[in-house]
């Protein structure tokens, strides 16, 4: 037998172009659904006042219930409209191979990015930004550095401008390029006026 390895993005667009066709309407109202459900009630799943479950027994079935969600679901494109199965070894191979702790940004706007356990007293990693949403390009710069310059923001997911130039930036055009570099190109000019030109993006 093969040795087990986890899938690099080469292995998982081949896959994907294989995988069972499905709406994702199907996908979204029913398949998820219907088995989070049934995955609920099998492991007995039930959350108290926790926002993080501390119980190692909860923990364990959670882990169990996920795993499970993930080699029986699959995970879906949008873009193909198919679903990409993945076997539970792969998943485990995966876990092995994943880095311990990674840092997100340099020099003085560096932050160490590695798991808590439970609800550990040390702060999580803080991410500010719009996180995609359409964001005006005439206040983009603006908007960017409102949250690169708050000390409890670690890094910045920043949004998209919904216009280039007076120009729809609309997926599959020339104008989609061009807003994405004017997009980074803001990102990194709030992080400058902010006097945090290090932080991760």
Do not use: C, H
């Not at 990015?113 to 999580?124: L, S």
């Not at 920043?158 to 997009?183: Q, S, Y």
């Amino acid at each position: 037998m093969a040795a087990v390895r986890p899938l690099n993005v080469f292995d998982a667009y081949n896959r994907n172009l294989k995988g069972k066709k499905v709406t994702e309407a199907e996908w979204d109202y029913q398949i998820i659904p219907g088995n989070a459900a049934k995955l609920k009630e099998k492991y007995n799943i039930k959350f108290g006042k926790e926002i993080v479950p501390e119980d190692k027994d909860l923990k364990e079935r959670l882990f169990q219930a996920g795993l499970e969600m993930l080699v029986t679901t699959g995970i879906y494109n949008a873009d193909l409209g198919r679903v990409l199965t993945i076997s539970e070894e792969e998943v485990m191979e995966g876990i092995k191979k994943t880095p311990k702790w990674l840092v997100l940004g340099e020099n003085r706007d560096a932050v160490r990015f590695e798991p808590r356990k439970g609800n550990a007293p040390r702060k999580p990693v803080i991410q500010g930004g719009p996180t995609g949403a359409p964001v005006s390009e005439e206040v983009f710069v603006q908007i960017m550095q409102s949250y690169a310059q708050e000390a409890v923001v670690d890094t910045l997911v920043n949004g998209v401008m919904a216009t280039i130039e007076g120009n729809g930036a609309a997926t599959n055009t020339p104008w989609e390029i061009r807003a994405m570099m004017a997009e980074l190109r803001a990102v990194r000019e709030a992080r400058i006026r902010a006097g945090r030109p290090y932080m991760a993006i």
